[in-house]
């Protein structure tokens, strides 16, 4: 999904989030980051400085409020 709005794709739970304890719950649940469930991608990404979400939900919501426009 990160790829379709021009970010890099992840391969380790590391890249997704910084926090050790979630990635590795991620790992456990998931195996495989190709099968992480895109909700929860989204609300583990570690967050862009001074905002509220990780920079592929930036991305989504650049990309819906640009297209509105």
């Not at 391969?11 to 195996?31: K, M, P, V």
């Not at 495989?32 to 909700?39: G, K, P, S, T």
Request: proline share 1%; charged share 20%.
């Amino acid at each position: 999904m990160r790829h379709d709005f021009g970010l890099a794709r992840v391969t380790t739970f590391a890249q997704i989030t910084s926090n050790a304890d979630l990635a590795a719950r991620l790992e456990t649940l998931y195996g495989n980051v190709n099968r992480v469930d895109a909700w929860v991608g989204l609300l583990a990404e570690d967050h862009i400085a001074g905002a509220s979400v990780g920079p592929t939900h930036h991305a989504i919501l650049v990309d819906q409020f640009t297209r509105l426009r």
